[in-house]
């Protein structure tokens, strides 16, 4: 294709955006207005125009799934099958430890661990130093090591690297605390099968290039040209590297907009973006103010809720679509109303001639879909959760399932599933002598193994294993979380292993997002997910039979629609408690909200429905319509069933309320990040964070390694005027 014709499809700042190749450039510009367009075509203008090779352009986007989409993109593009580094920042660490790992005594064939395989590590060290669930949970172990090594102790992988297997051995035997056993056993496992977490990737990434000149330059002389996309959500260690692997070409082209910063709980800071200029000399920023995905009509409500946040840039975009309806707004009378109107909705788009696929349906939190999921079955829509497609229908998903059900009822179905899997000897000819023995004495499959287990015909198998098994689990399972319960009985039986042995990586990435799902399901319902619970939810799934693959409703929640555009979108659970989330505390964590539902609305292309329900919430409390519904003005809205006058009169009241408990719970923290503080016993020292759920800062005191968290309640005080007295003692 000749320049000028796929440059045609672009508009002059996008031109600009492509052709300006050379040094610092910074776009930003709001949601739709081209902003990835622009990055891919700028890398197939390197390759085809300029001549650059692929394999010399770094492309960074910010989820695996956007990294796949950019690489297909990017191929139609150049036609060619290299398509070079097109990667989140940690799929790239993997790449240059591929290739560099010998400079810090690691093998190449190092693993990179998933939440899966550091919990089969905490079991170990759990076993070994005699811990119990009750003291930690896996998941909050898992965030605690997240947080040493974010937060705590940065420079932890010195110890991960300079000391010896026995050393790290030692530390981990000779620990006291909860936190340092798990900490340093963590890091004894991690060494021991050359294993890497996804915060080690990038941290050691920088050691190599911090140690290693000559490997430094080898990646800075390569990557000729740099661009990175969602920069808004980058983090430090990520900014980090970004520094130093444009620092020879100084080619950097970013993209991003300050509206859509909703990652900041997980480190993200959008001052990377805003000050990008005040770090690089001579950067060229330009703005974007075309909008071509929306109707003016979702741009104008979006940009409506948006403006409702203080802390913000105005910027306003032109839409480039003619008009289309208005934003629908539904209130529902029960979480079941309001799914069985989006169902009904649906089949109207598709008498209309909408396809299925054309349909998304977006919610904060995963537990919203079982109410959805219900309505679409009835309706008999076919639709398929996003990350998890036909996802509940694969072996291994079935097998684990089993696994809990096992544990949950002895039921036949499951028991004829796994008895064998992994294998135990018990085959066609055992198993018949257990249908046969059941149905003479009604009872189930279970119960007739447990009678008859010492008959010789079970002579050389592992059927009272199995039914050891089963049997401890079932005396304990109340008393644990599900999540850990899958990963323990998946160990303990057997079942890894075998896939390990069989050398299925996928199926174990399935097991472990299984693992995941489960684990935000928990954090969706809190305390009381019970066992019985999760396979009532998650039956749903399972059950439902497979339409047409291509032609599909999709559900996802907001986070991973980050970057995507849907012709229809359905914004589902708006209400107080779900939308914003319960759990925000802060106001600026009441911001990052409001952002991720601008991000939410502002993926819709030509029709967008908010719906929420009134009825309770999962924790009981009475259910709202949104703020963020009622942040939009009413002539933007075509209103098709309004809540009562009386219900969003104590809808605007609980959320005035809740903004004051959050300013109260605020203001109980007297200091803010970067103040000097003085301790009676720790002496002086920095509040590096603020941890407003724990109700205590993250504080850095001059005499210690590592911070300590701080109540809010303690008696510190602010430190004005240092004297070289008070320096001293500390
Ligand atoms: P987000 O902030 O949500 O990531 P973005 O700025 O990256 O959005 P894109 O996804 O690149 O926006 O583009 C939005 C839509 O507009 C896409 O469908 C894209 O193909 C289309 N588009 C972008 N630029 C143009 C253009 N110059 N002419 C016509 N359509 C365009
Ligand atoms: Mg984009």
Not at 256 to 273: C, M
Not at 642 to 668: G, M, V
Request: glycine content about 6%.
């Amino acid at each position: 294709m000749a320049v000028d014709e796929w440059l045609a499809d672009l508009n002059p700042s996008q031109r600009e955006a492509v052709m300006t190749t050379e040094g610092m450039v910074r776009v930003i510009a709001g949601a739709g207005s081209g902003k990835t367009r622009a990055l891919a075509a700028r890398f197939a203008y390197l390759v085809n125009e300029l001549g650059i090779l692929p394999g010399n352009i770094l492309c960074v986007t910010f989820t695996n799934k956007s990294a796949n989409e950019m690489r297909q993109r990017i191929h139609r593009l150049t036609g060619d099958n290299d398509t070079g580094y097109i990667n989140t920042f940690h799929g790239f660490c993997v790449s240059v430890l591929q290739e560099d790992s010998h400079a810090i005594q690691y093998p190449k064939s190092f693993l990179v661990l998933d939440n899966s395989d550091i919990d089969a590590m905490l079991k170990m060290i759990y076993e070994e130093r005699g811990l119990t669930l009750r003291e930690m949970t896996f998941a909050r172990a898992r965030d605690m090591i997240e947080m040493i090594k974010l937060k705590e102790r940065p420079d932890y992988y010195k110890d991960m690297l300079t000391m010896s297997l026995d050393v790290l051995h030692q530390k981990f035997t000779d620990a006291v605390l909860v936190k340092d056993i798990i900490f340093y056993g963590y890091l004894y496992q991690e060494k021991k099968c050359f294993g890497l977490d996804y915060n080690d990737l990038i941290v050691l990434t920088l050691h190599i290039f911090e140690m290693h000149e000559q490997i430094r330059q080898k990646w800075q002389k390569r990557l000729e040209y740099i661009m990175i996309d969602e920069f808004q959500d980058i983090d430090e260690p990520q900014y980090r590297l970004m520094e130093v692997l444009c620092a020879w070409h100084k080619n950097l082209f970013i993209v991003g907009d300050p509206d859509q910063t909703i990652y900041t709980w997980r480190g993200a800071n959008v001052r990377y973006l805003l000050d990008f200029d005040k770090k690089f000399p001579d950067v060229q920023t330009i703005m974007m103010m075309e909008n071509y995905r929306s109707t003016p009509q979702i741009l104008a409500a979006a940009n409506d809720l948006i403006d409702k946040n203080t802390n913000r840039i105005k910027k306003s975009l032109v839409p480039m679509l003619g008009d289309g309806r208005a934003v629908v707004y539904f209130h529902g009378s029960s979480g079941a109303g309001e799914a069985d109107w989006i169902a009904q909705e649906i089949i109207r788009l598709r008498e209309q001639g909408a396809d299925y696929s054309d349909i998304t349906i977006l919610y904060r939190a995963h537990y919203v879909t079982r109410v959805i999921e219900e309505a679409l079955q009835k309706a008999k829509l076919p639709y398929t959760i996003y990350s998890g497609v036909q996802f509940f229908g694969r072996a291994e998903i079935k097998d684990a399932l089993s696994y809990l059900r096992m544990i949950a009822y002895q039921d036949d179905l499951s028991f004829q599933r796994i008895v064998n899997v992994p294998k135990r000897n018990i085959g066609q000819r055992r198993m018949k002598f257990l249908e046969d023995y059941a149905r003479e004495h009604s009872c189930t499959l279970y119960r007739a193994l447990c009678e008859t287990v010492e008959e010789p015909i079970f002579n050389g198998t592992r059927a009272a294993d199995f039914l050891r098994l089963i049997r401890n689990y079932t005396a304990v399972f109340q008393e644990y979380r599900v999540s850990e319960l899958l990963a323990s009985v998946l160990s303990d039986s057997g079942y890894e292993t075998m896939l390990r042995t069989e050398g299925a990586q996928d199926r174990l990435d399935n097991l472990a997002e299984l693992k995941q799902s489960i684990y935000e399901y928990e954090v969706s319902c809190g305390e009381e997910a019970m066992l019985e619970d999760y396979l009532a939810h998650v039956a749903l799934f399972s059950n439902s039979d497979a339409a047409n693959p291509q032609d599909k409703i999709r559900l996802m929640t907001v986070h991973s629609a980050k970057g995507l555009e849907f012709p229809f979108v359905f914004l589902c659970g708006m209400n107080e408690g779900i939308f914003p989330s319960r759990k925000v505390r802060t106001a600026d964590g009441m911001e990052e909200e409001r952002r991720l539902a601008f991000v939410a609305m502002t993926r819709a292309e030509k029709a967008l429905y908010l719906t929420e329900s009134e009825g309770r919430n999962i924790d009981g409390s009475m259910r709202y319509p949104s703020r963020f519904v009622l942040d939009i003005d009413e002539k933007l809205l075509e209103i098709v069933a309004a809540p009562a006058k009386r219900l969003i009169k104590e809808a605007r009241d609980y959320s005035r309320l809740s903004d004051l408990q959050i300013k109260a719970d605020e203001a109980a923290a007297r200091f803010l990040t970067g103040t000097r503080v003085r301790h009676r016993v720790f002496g002086c020292g920095t509040v590096v964070a603020i941890e407003p759920e724990r109700k205590a800062y993250q504080i850095q005191f001059d005499g210690m390694e590592t911070t300590r968290a701080i109540s809010f309640k303690a008696p510190l005080e602010q430190v004005y005027q240092e004297t070289a007295a008070q320096d001293a003692d500390t």
